[in-house]
């Protein structure tokens, strides 16, 4: 008997010791993750040669089933990178001819151009976790960069207002582990596709080792539209687990994690939705521009607010040949404030309606002279509040490789005119308002800006 108990002790004793060992290289693990000293092989596999997640399943139709709906995975003892392509024996539907020519037409209006180099180097890379930018994406250059800063306004929400257990501030955004990031990121990418999908299905693309289709006269191969695999979730909790368990797909260097984002938008939404959304516009999804292509608001307003308007404005507004144009019909989370130099106000159509400049959260996607970038505050009462909106602060992030942080705005929107009259920018003499400035303005119309010493954007 005293020999049994002894053994039980001795077992406890052991487990004790192994739970203390996992915890210390768990903490090893993260600190050696914050200094980016493991591994960034994206091509690994793993030892069976299956890349599919062990929580996926099958219900005979070819859907995927992530099993234990919302169960994430805890934290591994170690971080091994998942390969950015997937085995084509995953059980997703493998594309065709004539939806790989239908999706080609509405990004390019033809089906013989292809990605610019551009678009096809971009996806999705935090900064370095525990920084002043631990909550930013790193931006790329030309079109895709539009995305991925409608796509940080979302991360943003996920790490302020939606996730548990963290305070809304800025610290808090500062201190964005490696974990975090990636859950932010999984959870903004799914909630976009979610409401493209009607809150009904979303529909994801992930690349595979094998191409379903060959380039024809009439169609151009660009060597990943060809590996295709469409996989359809039917709940939010399912399309955001399956997405953070083939992440790497999305943030891998090489992995196109930007172009597919985008092709699982136009799926989630459905060609049939995407031609009603565009109403009376038989303009291309994306337009060329300087040997590349820029993303139409169609696509930015799909992001936003799950339809594919055309248009900012509210509701419906007649066109200049009398036709009827469909805007923005409802609040989103995140709104949308743009300013351009040579527009001017008289033009009806272009002007930002206020479900755009008044969101249900207090973040913006901005638009400045062409420029995309983040503007937000971490107070969520701000825009539900008159008191809380007459004197506050906000961050706006420009992704610049010069940005360092945030930058820290007061805005004050009870300021007397005098101090108006001389609050011309004195980095810029002679100029009275910065162009980020005259953004802000366009909300709120009297509001002086103070940069708090830094020097003004743009």
Request: glycine share 8%.
């Amino acid at each position: 008997m005293e020999s049994s108990d002894r053994e039980q002790s001795s077992q406890e004793l052991d487990l004790e010791e192994i739970t203390r060992k996992i915890s210390f290289l768990d903490k090893w693990r993260e600190i050696f993750s914050y200094h980016r000293l493991g591994t960034n092989n994206t091509t690994s596999q793993n030892c069976e040669g299956n890349h599919i997640s062990a929580g996926e399943t099958e219900d005979g139709t070819g859907i995927p089933q992530p099993k234990g709906h919302g169960q994430w995975p805890s934290s591994s003892l170690c971080s091994i990178p998942k390969p950015s392509t997937i085995s084509s024996k995953s059980g997703g539907f493998p594309i065709s001819l004539a939806v790989a020519t239908k999706l080609r037409q509405s990004l390019f209006g033809n089906t013989v151009q292809v990605f610019s180099s551009d678009w096809t180097k971009a996806y999705f890379r935090f900064h370095d976790p525990f920084s002043d930018l631990a909550f930013a994406l790193e931006m790329g250059k030309g079109g895709a960069r539009s995305i991925q800063m409608a796509v940080q306004g979302s991360i943003i929400k996920y790490l302020l207002f939606t996730r548990k257990g963290k305070d809304c501030n800025f610290l808090s955004l500062r201190a964005t582990s490696k974990r975090e990031q990636d859950h932010a990121l999984a959870a903004a990418l799914a909630g976009a596709l979610w409401a493209a999908g009607a809150a009904r299905k979303a529909t994801i693309c992930l690349v595979t080792e094998d191409a379903y289709i060959a380039p024809t006269p009439d169609y151009s191969g660009d060597g990943v539209t060809e590996r295709l695999q469409l996989f359809e979730l039917l709940e939010k909790e399912a399309t955001e687990k399956f997405i953070y368990d083939h992440l790497q797909c999305f943030k891998g260097e090489g992995s196109h994690g930007v172009i597919l984002f985008l092709y699982s938008l136009i799926f989630s939404r459905t060609f049939e939705r995407l031609q009603k959304d565009l109403d009376v516009s038989t303009a291309p999804l994306l337009r060329p521009n300087a040997g590349g292509f820029l993303c139409s608001q169609a696509v930015l307003n799909m992001i936003l607010t799950g339809r594919a308007s055309p248009h900012v404005f509210n509701g419906y507004q007649e066109g200049k040949s009398q036709e009827m144009l469909c805007g923005v019909l409802t609040r989103s989370d995140i709104g949308y404030l743009q300013w351009r130099k040579d527009t001017s106000e008289d033009d009806r159509l272009s002007q930002v309606g206020s479900m755009l400049k008044t969101p249900k959260l207090p973040i913006w996607l901005c638009n400045i002279n062409g420029n995309y970038s983040v503007l937000f505050s971490t107070n969520r009462q701000l825009l539900s509040d008159w008191k809380v909106e007459r004197l506050f602060d906000l961050y706006f992030y420009s992704g610049q490789p010069a940005q360092n942080k945030p930058a820290h705005l007061t805005v004050d929107t009870h300021s007397h005119h005098w101090e108006r009259v001389r609050h011309e920018d004195e980095h810029r003499p002679g100029r009275r308002f910065s162009p980020v400035e005259m953004a802000i303005r366009s909300k709120w119309r009297e509001a002086t800006i103070n940069w708090n010493g830094t020097v003004p954007l743009f």
